[in-house]
Every structure is written in structure tokens, then in C-alpha cells.
């Protein structure tokens, strides 16, 4: 059975840090690409963040480039979030997400092409 459970989120102040981890198991050999996905309430699901696990690319939603990486530890059964610089419209349920494969090698901000998801974290900023 596959599962994904976040961790790490909470509320802090904006200009603040925060680090969301999804520990990822009942995948063998690993999927091939993870995700961090965004929901504001009355908002559309919104891709954060996509990393290849084999191959190491990383793409990023305009929004959070510069300020949020996504990683992995070596096992590849957890998955990174590291958000900096956080501002209130950071503020959302956070979602990780993981598939086997991908048309494009380089990940997806698309959330149809994945097909593994956790319940979330919620991270909430206040200015």
C-alpha cells in the first residue's frame, strides 16, 4: 500500500522559515518523480514544486523560484520542502505527490499527472 504523509508544517510570520517533509513508502524502487503541491481555500490546486528522483531536475512555480527547494535524502524515501522568505499568500494546504513516470523527464506542476498523494500540511503565514 502506498502511502505519503506530510509533516512539518505550521504557522509562522511572514519573511519566516519552514521545512515540509514527505516520507514516501510502498513505492518500490522508489517513484520516479515527487511533487509539492498548494491549495488556498477557494483556489485551484496549484504545483509548487517537481523534482526528478533519478535524474535530480527540479522545476519550480514562478511564485516560489528563489525562495522554495525541493530534495531528497539519500534513501529517496523522503522528500523536501524547504520554504524561505514565507508571505501570507504562501498560505495554503500543502500536498506532496509522487508518480513512477512522466512524459517530460524534467517533472510536472501538472497535478493529473500524478497519481500517489498525501492529506497535506497546512501552512499558515501571517503578515
Known amino acids: 500500500q502506498v502511502q505519503l504523509v506530510e509533516s512539518g508544517g505550521g504557522s509562522v510570520q511572514a519573511g519566516g522559515s519552514l521545512r515540509l517533509s514527505c516520507a514516501v513508502s510502498?513505492?518500490?524502487?522508489?517513484?520516479?518523480?515527487m511533487g509539492w503541491f498548494r491549495q488556498a481555500p477557494g483556489k485551484e490546486r496549484e504545483g509548487v514544486a517537481s523534482?526528478?528522483?533519478?535524474?535530480?531536475?527540479?522545476s519550480y512555480a514562478d511564485s516560489v523560484k528563489g525562495r522554495f527547494t525541493i530534495s531528497q535524502d539519500n534513501t529517496k524515501e523522503t522528500v523536501y520542502l524547504q520554504m524561505n522568505r514565507l508571505q501570507p499568500d504562501d498560505t495554503a494546504m500543502y500536498y506532496c505527490?509522487?508518480?513512477?513516470?512522466?512524459?517530460?523527464?524534467?517533472?510536472?506542476?501538472?497535478?493529473?499527472?500524478?497519481?500517489?498523494w498525501g492529506q497535506g500540511t497546512q501552512v499558515t503565514v501571517s503578515s
Open positions: 505527490a509522487a508518480a513512477r513516470w512522466l512524459p517530460d523527464y524534467r517533472g510536472s506542476l501538472d497535478s493529473d499527472d500524478y497519481t500517489y
Open positions: 510502498g513505492l518500490t524502487n522508489s517513484a520516479g518523480y
Open positions: 523534482m526528478n528522483t533519478g535524474g535530480g531536475y527540479t
